[in-house]
């Protein structure tokens, strides 16, 4: 085949880069950009990418409909013009034109030109979301993510354990990709604890000296538990330097592992959005490859600055599958820009505060299980896992509150009735609680299983 293109000729690697520095050079370049140069580079790169994504049939409807011509963006803020469309929207698009949708701009007969590759998401309800992603994509998907985890304290040559789940979904090899390709480390693909026992995984790191875990943080903490069980202290006898980790009870992990721990933000389509830095005043966007905005979850009308509302992303990298005005219905918020303690102006963003669209209506006030989850974690005597429930009980809409305790069993009466009083002070509702024993609730949770650890279940 003469068109047969290797991906080292498919892609410049001296260009991405200039475009996309990797860690360390990020650092000094730019990560301390000046606010007019991350702006003229984000309309630069906006423009371009609207352009491509016209040529996408979803787009192109979309925008025709909307009144939005790419022509129009003459600043950042003409991006608003743009409409936004969320996860129902690619469902639809996947019914439409089965199997791949018509949201994306290539198919598998493109990987003779450019190799690829293609990850999974969703499935649990529905088929199954397929994102293609060229091996641009994925090399600067790798060098943004590379970025987050060099920031939070993972270096060149050190060993790491990946206990992601290695399958259909890009979650393992996301950060297979970048430990390997643009941080230089050693993977253990010890995949998670159904693959390779927990008690393996603990030998492994302590073997190898492996400076990170990579995981949620729930089953992070079962690995330091399970430490503890071999007569291990996970703070001294394991050389854990990053917790590379997202998902989790942080104050319990710096206690455990005595390393600090620094969030991240990112999903499936786009990988690494934006990663905290050590003045922990925000989470920094790489702003050389996505335009961030935030709304008001029900309206999808912008909302101001400092205010919590569905993060709505726009990335400005890729060369496939476009994202632009990804409503995502994730909650958080936006920082002005202004110069981080760190000495970064580019913009930053709250955590992760919780499902936009997993947002419930109890008896008229609006309650986002995993803030729920967030204030039982709070009382003294509770482990940092719990599930929410929410159920319709003789014609009223009631939630429970499931959250484990490890301490006796004859506490635990006393721990409900704690916890059940903080959150009817936090949120002017009742809201039953159970406590239960450890691992009492990981068949809900499917923590040993799954990429994410499920919270909530909507029964009603
Ligand atoms: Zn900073």
Redesign the pocket.
Known sequence: MSDLRRAWQAVDYELLERMYPPPPQYLDTAYLASPEEIERVQLERLQHRARRAATIPFHAKRWAEAGFDPRDLRSLDDLWHAPAYTVDDIRQSIEDHPPYGDYQAITPADAVDEPMRVFMSGGTTGASRPTFYTWWDREVGAVLTARGLYMQGIRPGDVVLNSWAYGLHNGAFSFDEPLTRWLNCAVLTTSTGNVTSTRKQVELARDYRATAILTTGDYLLRIADEARAMGLDPKTDLNIRSLATNIGDEQTLEDTFGVPCYSTYGFHEVQYVSVE?P?R?GL?IFEDAFVVQVVDPDTGEPLPDGETGALVVTELYKTGSAQFRYNIMDLSFLHPREQ???G?WLR?MGRFAGRGDNMVKLRGVNVWPEALGKIALEVPGTTPDYFVRALRIEGRDEMVVMVASDADPAQHDHIRAAVEARLKERLGVRIAVDVVRPGALDDLTELATSPKPKRFRDER
Do not use: V
Request: charged share 10%; hydrophobic share 20%.
């Open positions: 830095c003045a005043q920094h981080c303690a760190c970064s930053r």
